[in-house]
């Protein structure tokens, strides 16, 4: 069987007394507490991040299969890249302002060329039913600055500590690990990446915009876990870099390649509040930055690219596939006639008016589930108003099918205790130039998102 039923992995859980169910959820928590798996909100507090007890678990023809989607997603992004340079439509989908169309350039440097990435593809996909393989749906890609990169790792190895004995009771005589780790596939992508530039590799900087006090915490502890694979490792501020005796320092400290958790408009912003980025712009010129500025076309409207059929020749038989069976419609929202789902030409702004209830509004750029807004749960005239402002604001949207999220069921320490309560699920791909990791999230909000509170679900691999 090339994937793990549900009822198989819920009995041993089902089976525990309710003093045994509620030691392991504090143990998970304890866990994820000690080994900094942590959130920071509005006010700069942190709160401990929820793992869930019941993790999936995932066979190899189910990381294979998604190694191949992921690849073919990575390298239709990278085509829009050439795309975006021939079509001046393509250019108005996926558009750039003129201040990142300057850096962008950067990337034309003959030593530039490697176009390394560590991005994330977040899905509906769930593995525990025999239909895994077709109900999948892609719902965005994000390439720069992936949350869940120790997290991830994190929580599978809470899973095994904590639930490992009840796994191996499911699934008698199997090897049992966690997936593979994104911090690997990061450290293996550096390695790539010196490589094809001829240099060795000693020093990494991960660079952050140092003025975001919110949101996931892990720059400092993947800095410890780099450490420990052997590379000199600093966090920094892109601001705090510097050209050094022909080569690249942060805060003091050389190093050869860096690492972002920022995005390009961030660079744009400090250079306009007066910040100069030489230093950055030179590593970019000389290829030293993953992920590229090349994967700035990660925004959500590249999907209306891969799903208009007026593109369809541009990318290869097997792309066209996935892009039919496993992205969902999604356009720009703009005043203009474009396809409906169907193939169909409509006028974007009536349609979306007519359709609320099968449709959601996102900003085409920001992350985290900010801005999201999903027809079904507001009144007709919210919709409009939030469509007025997609049409006419400063943010560009998009407009996407209403995916179909699926849930699983999870025990939850409640105040009387523990209860078994419905969550919807996503998953989210890392991917690299050369492999896959994957991070689960849950939540029982309609937006599954870490800084919508919800948490975070271990993915084990069963050999």
């Known amino acids: 069987m090339d994937y793990v039923p549900r009822s198989v992995l819920d009995a041993p859980f089902r089976r525990l007394g309710r003093r045994d169910l509620v030691d392991r959820l504090h143990a998970m928590r304890a866990l994820a507490d000690v080994r900094g798996v942590r ?53 108005r989908i996926v558009s750039f302002e003129p201040e990142r169309e300057a850096w962008m350039r950067l990337c034309d440097h003959p030593r530039s060329r490697p176009l390394a990435v560590i991005g994330r593809l977040d ?62 596939l990061l450290v293996d992508e550096l390695r790539a990446v ?19 006090t919110t949101g996931t915490d892990e ?35 050389p190093v050869d390649l860096l690492y972002r958790d920022s995005e390009l408009a961030e660079f744009v912003a400090m250079e306009r509040s007066g910040r100069r980025l030489a230093a950055l712009r030179q590593a970019i010129r000389e290829g030293r930055l993953v992920s590229g500025l090349t994967w700035e076309f990660d925004q959500k409207s590249a999907w209306e690219i891969f799903t208009d059929a007026a593109y369809a020749r541009h990318f290869t038989a097997a792309q066209r596939r996935l892009f039919r069976g496993h992205l969902l419609w999604t356009r720009l929202v703009r005043e203009e006639r474009v396809s409906d789902p169907g193939g169909r030409p ?10 609320r209830r099968r449709l959601v509004l996102k ?18 005239r919210a919709w409009e108003e939030e469509l007025h402002g997609a049409l006419h604001g400063r943010t560009r949207y998009v407009v996407q099918e209403l995916a179909p999220i699926p849930s699983d069921v999870f025990p939850r320490l409640t105040d009387g205790g523990v209860r078994w309560q419905e969550r919807s699920v996503v998953s989210g ?21 870490v800084s919508r509170g919800g948490g975070l679900l271990p993915a084990l691999w069963v050999h």
């Open 39 to 91: 959130y920071l909100d509005d006010t700069g507090r942190p709160r401990t991040i929820d793992i869930a007890l019941k993790p999936w678990v995932l066979t190899s023809d189910q990381l294979l299969s998604f190694h191949h989607v992921a690849r073919q997603l990575s390298e239709a992004l990278l085509r829009l890249a050439h795309l975006h340079a021939r079509l001046p439509a393509v250019r």
């Open 123 to 184: 899905s509906t996909a769930v593995y525990d039913h025999p239909r895994w393989q077709g109900r999948f749906r892609m719902l965005e890609p994000n390439a720069v600055g992936v949350g869940g990169v120790r997290y991830a790792p994190a929580a599978c190895s809470i899973a095994m500590d904590v639930v490992g004995d009840l796994l191996t009771r499911a699934l008698p005589g199997r090897a049992i690990t966690a997936t593979p780790d994104p911090r690997q």
């Open 194 to 212: 010196a490589r094809r530039l001829g240099r060795p590799l000693r020093g990494v900087a991960l660079i952050e915009n140092t003025d975001f």
């Open 219 to 253: 720059f400092q502890e993947l800095a410890r876990d780099l450490a420990q694979r052997g590379l000199r490792t600093v966090v920094a501020d892109p601001r705090d870099l510097r050209l050094a005796r022909g080569g690249l320092a942060a805060k003091g400290v």
């Open 346 to 355: 409509v006028d974007l702004p009536a349609f979306i008016r007519r359709n």
């Open 363 to 380: 900003p085409n750029t920001l992350f985290g589930g900010e801005g999201v807004v999903i027809g079904r749960t507001v009144s007709q």
């Open 429 to 449: 791909f890392f991917f690299s130039s050369s492999g896959i990791g994957l991070v689960g999230r849950f939540s029982g909000l309609p937006v599954v998102n």
